[in-house]
């Protein structure tokens, strides 16, 4: 198991009638498979019930889907030339309730990040089709295909199920 450089700090849960502040963590958010599959999931929340926050660590090149991604989330935060203790810092000082991670244990992967516990709740999705082996993930969203019965035991997090891991974006 992975040793937390910082003990997880609790957050009290949002008072009534506030927004839960969901952010996604990723390198990706830019012409990649990654964006592709999730603009319109960034799009279709219920922005009643959630502020949607990206936290960008990959290039920000000035390309059609970034853009799109842009205008999607509520906040749109640069976050590539910050530390891993920064970058959490900075989702807490934002008090992100749900940081999910769209990366995962992929090329260019800042989990890292998630040991500094800048949430808390901390999921794992999309990225990375496995466990993350740690203890820094809470939950990891999964379908039956992704993590057959046989090996559910295997897995460090508590598994969320979805209908199907994969989403697709009806715009394309």
Known sequence: RHCLPMPPQPRPNPPPGERIRLAYLSRDFRSHPVAYLMAEVIELHDRARFEVLALSYGPAPDDPMQQRLRRAFDRFLDVEALSDAEIAEQARALGVDVLVDLTGL?????????????????????GTLGTA????????????????????????????????????????
């Open 106 to 126: 992929t090329d260019g992967s800042r989990t890292g990040i998630l040991g500094w516990r800048p949430a808390p709740v901390q999921m794992l999705y999309l």
């Open 133 to 172: 082996g740690t203890s820094v993930v809470d939950y990891l969203l999964a379908d039956a295909t992704t993590v057959p019965q046989e090996a559910r035991a295997a897995y460090d997090e508590h598994l969320a199920w979805l209908p199907s891991y994969q989403p697709n974006d009806r715009r394309r």
